[in-house]
């Protein structure tokens, strides 16, 4: 089992920024990768980013340039910085932790709303 707890949500207005936190139990080096999700009512929760434990990095179109995602060096944080926010960013932020079994862990998620 992993434990991932996101924060750093919260209400900014559009054009602002946030970053997000995800702290997890079990270290992103006996991971295939971390990552970071979103999700609207109604909708299917969307990738916005991965990095593994080579700090290497993926990114969904929509949010490249905008956002950074990144880890300390333990591997047990990882972080979303979000830049120039938008009003359809506003969204639930879920953490993912892709073991190398392939089971995929989620953290609870953290509210993102951004006001035009």
């Known amino acids: 089992q992993v434990q991932l707890v996101e924060s750093g949500g919260g209400l900014v207005q559009a054009g602002g920024s946030l970053r997000l936190s995800c702290a997890a139990s079990?270290?992103?080096?006996?991971?295939?990768?971390m990552g970071w999700y979103r999700q609207v009512p109604g909708k299917q929760r969307e990738f916005l980013a991965s990095i593994s434990g080579d700090g290497s990095s993926n990114y969904e179109d929509s949010v490249k340039g905008r956002f950074t995602i990144s880890r300390d060096t333990a591997g047990k944080m990882i972080y979303l910085q979000m830049n120039s926010l938008k009003a359809e960013d506003t969204a639930v932020y879920y953490c993912?932790?892709?073991?190398?079994?392939?089971?995929?862990?989620w953290g609870q998620g953290t509210q993102v709303t951004v006001s035009s």
């Open positions: 993912s932790f892709n073991s190398i079994w392939g089971q995929v862990y």
């Open positions: 079990r270290s992103i080096f006996s991971a295939n990768a």
